[in-house]
């Protein structure tokens, strides 16, 4: 069990865009502060980090990683995420996960598109933030510009913690914002930036900024007190430089996350308890235990791995313990100490630390340990399908297990047979989310596959009112069957409120209706003097529905209908359900030929952001992809979505 106190833990995720130098900077931090003695390179291969053959390979990372170190009295647990967006998952869980959100930036290459995205996931989940500005010592650096971009897209609270002195080659190291001196080369004037950054931490104590209106500057003591409530706030946004290639910065990096992170006892988090009430969770080892899997892993030796994050009270090994949608208690596997790939058991974590639990199938990410539930993840929808077979016939089970296996890691990919198509179409963030994982079922799973373009699903419909009927008459030696139907169609509202639409101004002979929601199909019984008798009514619902999967003029699925049905004959002798079925299917056939039909292709809702320059590029092409237009804002900065 761990010997440190809720207060002296610091959880932290490294995000920000792609090759700003997370894994790097992770490794190095490492090696700084002794948790790791062997060298550890991205380009080697050595990553702490980066450690599976697809990481290896294409030199990024695509999961999350999960280490920790100690500094300065402090036990931190570090979160290395990718970087590009397709893989913003990983980032979602791991943001539940921590109290501060390290967000990197290319000095050379600026802020990057992911930037923006990860910076607003941490904000909406109320981090405290720190900007980390990586490669110093990479040439063409302005940096007085990068501030500049910072602050005007993310707001003057982004504030220099320390300053570069020199960049590129020349880079030397930092120098101190709060306690300013004249450094030759220092890129902005220490003295300016100390004014800003004490100007913004004392308001947020009103007898300190008093003291200071009067020419009273805030002690040390009382300086560190306010950087954390401005941090937590989201008053300050420190900003600090480094170079993890060169190790200038590194100590003072390590100094700025012990007194600018956030400790799990300086975050609020809420959960719903026993009585469905929203309350708060306090880090106490001795409280209640609250834990939630942030996320999951599927190791090919250890097998399943769930990472936990543990808010409240003490998890032990092998114990019995209660988990959200279950009615019984489970055993939890044994406990593990994260360092990237290695797991070193441990007896039992308490609130504010972070685990993983192995072979244990019950546990899924999201899944709350304990009595109380933490609100659930929230993850994009994966847009980017693609259909997928086996290249090896007989191979369809397993293909089957590996993608469930992917599926139960990565909560942005999903799996999906079509009823219409006949095709398993997997879905993800984008083509190289999916080549990614094509390649982790080779690897891994040792599944070959085939894929292709989806069909597209499309849907039937109709745009305005017909009626007709159907006469289903057959003889053919011994018992005939007769069946006549007669109904009238219209289009049904996507927003229909059944009970307020079914009434006696639209049908004034109605009896009953019945709404299906799958195909937004309404059907109306307004049978008047027995024309069509009510055993026989059944019979004749089930061919429209037969129908509405079949499709009508092109077989693709029926949605957005309503049918009346006003009117029918039966034969004492020779009707039959069958005989009514096969009647209500085709005059919903014929009439639907008469409404009016047409085909609904799918439609998806983009968000695009992009600079002011590049604004009528976009439109242009959006235009020549049949998009429209709804709108367009400022984001902040030359960016317009």
Known sequence: ???????????????????????????????????????????????????DEEEKHHK????????????????????????????IGQVIGSLRAVETALICINAHTGIGVNTRRVFQEAGDAGLGRIIVITKMDSDNIDFPKLVSNIQELWGKSCIPINIPIGAGHDFKG?????????????????????????????????????????????????AQRLIIDSVSHGNLIPIVCVSAKSGGGMKELLDVLVSCSLAPDELLHKAINENGEEVEVKPDAAGPLVAQVYRTRIDPFVQKL??????????????????SGSKKNIKIGPLDKIQGSEAKPTDAASAGDLVAIAKTEDLHTGTTIGNWTMPPLKFPRPMVGLAVTPKTRGDEAKLSGALHKIVEEDSTFHIDRDSQTKELVMTGMSELHLQMLRERLKRRDKVDVDVKEPKIPYRETVQQKAEGSYRHKKQSGGRGQFGEVHIRMFPVPKDVKPEEYCNKEHFPHMREFRHDPKHNFLWVDSIV??????????????????????????????????????????????????????????????????AKPSLLEPIVTLHVTVPSNKVGDVNSDMSGRRGRVLGMESAGGDLKP
């Open 174 to 222: 930092v120098v101190d914002t709060l306690h300013p001196t004249d450094v030759p080369g220092a890129l902005l004037k220490p003295t300016e930036v100390s004014q800003s950054l004490i100007e913004t931490i004392v308001e947020t104590d009103e007898e300190v900024l008093a003291r200071y209106f009067e020419g009273q500057q805030p002690t040390d003591a009382e």
């Open 529 to 594: 003097g027995g024309s069509i008798p009510n055993n026989f009514l059944p019979a004749v619902e089930k061919g429209f529905m037969e129908r509405l999967d079949r499709g009508v003029i092109a077989g693709y699925q029926v949605q957005n209908v309503g049918v009346e049905v006003h009117f029918g004959k039966y034969h004492d002798v020779d009707s039959s359900e069958a005989a009514f079925k096969t009647a209500g299917s085709m005059a919903f056939r014929n009439v639907f030929q008469e």
């Open 60 to 87: 990024h990372s695509l999961e999350a990683a999960l280490v920790h170190f100690d500094y300065g009295g402090k036990h931190f647990n570090a979160i290395d995420t990718p970087g590009y967006p397709d893989f």
């Open 1 to 51: 069990m761990s010997n440190y106190s809720v207060h002296d833990i610091r959880n932290i995720a490294l995000v920000g865009h792609g090759s700003s130098g997370k894994t790097t900077l992770i490794d190095k931090l490492l090696n700084f502060t002794g948790a790791v003695t062997r060298p550890a390179s991205v380009d080697d291969g050595t990553s702490v980090c980066d450690f």
């Open 306 to 323: 769930s990472f936990i994050r543990i808010y409240s009270g003490t998890l032990k090994k092998d114990e019995s313990v209660h988990i």
